[in-house]
C-alpha cells in the first residue's frame, strides 16, 4: 500500500472555478499535513500546513484534514492560470525521536484553463 | 527571513565522474538539513538528512555521500557518477527541535549524467 496517494491528474479546471486536490495516507500515526506547489522545472514551494481536524483558509486556498477518514484535502477558489502547477501532498509522523521524514505523494498536475 | 542557496543550478557529467553539490541556509541557526531526488516520472525521495554537524542519516543506499561540515552548509557527494543519478537534486531545511517539520526547499541542481 502507498503511504500517501493522490490522483496524478492531469485535473483541468476553466478560471475562475473550484479546484479540489485530494490525498490519502496510510500511517494513522501522523501529525502533520502539507500541500507544496511545484510549478515545472522548479523546486517545491510550500503553500499550505495543517495539524488538525477541520478546515484552514488562507487566501484562495483551504486545506482540510479528516484524521480518522485518513483524508487530506486542497480547495483552491478562483483559480487562475497562474495556479497550473503540480501540487504535492506531504505527511509528518512526527513520532519524535530522529525521525524527521516527510513522506511525499506524487503530485497532482493541475491545469486552469483561460 | 531565511534563505537557502544551492549550487551549481545545472550540470552535466560524464558517467564515471565525480560529483559535489552545495547547500547553504541563511537567516537561522541549527537547521535541519535534507537532500532529496526528483527523478522525471517519480516522486521525491529523501537520501539523507542532517539534525547537526557531522550527523548524517542516509535513507537510501547508494554511491551518494553527505556532509555537514558547518551548520548551515549541507553537501552531496559522489566517487563515480552513474546514468540513474541523474535528475533534479533538491535541499531543504526545517526548523531544529520542531515538532511540525515544515521543510522548506532550495532552488535545486538539476544533474545529467552522460
Known amino acids: 500500500q502507498k503511504e500517501v496517494e493522490q490522483n496524478s491528474g492531469p485535473l483541468s479546471v476553466p478560471e475562475g472555478a473550484i479546484a479540489s486536490l485530494n490525498c490519502t495516507y496510510s500511517d494513522r500515526g501522523s501529525q502533520s499535513f502539507f500541500w507544496y506547489r511545484q510549478y515545472s522545472g522548479k523546486s517545491p514551494e510550500l503553500i499550505m500546513s495543517i495539524y488538525s481536524n477541520g478546515d484552514k483558509e488562507d487566501g484562495r486556498f483551504t486545506a482540510q484534514l479528516n484524521k480518522a477518514s485518513q483524508y487530506v484535502s486542497l480547495l483552491i477558489r478562483d483559480s487562475q492560470p497562474s495556479d497550473s502547477a503540480t501540487y504535492l501532498c506531504?505527511?509528518?509522523?512526527?513520532?519524535?525521536?530522529?525521525?524527521?521524514?516527510?513522506?511525499f505523494g506524487k503530485g497532482t498536475l493541475l491545469t486552469v484553463n483561460p | 527571513s531565511q534563505t537557502i542557496h544551492q549550487w551549481p543550478a545545472t550540470l552535466v557529467q560524464p558517467v564515471g565522474s565525480p560529483l559535489s553539490l552545495e547547500c547553504t541556509v541563511e537567516g537561522t541557526s541549527n537547521p535541519n538539513l535534507y537532500w532529496y531526488r526528483q527523478a522525471a516520472g517519480r516522486g521525491l525521495q529523501l537520501l539523507f538528512y542532517s539534525v547537526g554537524i557531522g550527523q548524517i542519516s542516509s535513507e537510501v543506499p547508494q554511491n551518494l555521500s553527505a556532509s555537514r561540515p558547518q551548520d548551515r552548509q549541507f553537501i552531496l557527494s559522489s566517487k563515480k557518477l552513474l546514468l540513474s543519478d541523474s535528475g533534479f537534486y533538491l535541499c531543504?531545511?526545517?526548523?531544529?527541535?520542531?515538532?511540525?517539520?515544515?521543510?522548506?526547499f532550495g532552488p535545486g541542481t538539476r544533474l545529467t549524467v552522460l
Open positions: 506531504a505527511v509528518f509522523r512526527g513520532s519524535g525521536g530522529s525521525n524527521y521524514k516527510l513522506t
Open positions: 531543504a531545511w526545517s526548523r531544529g527541535l520542531s515538532s511540525y517539520n515544515e521543510q522548506f
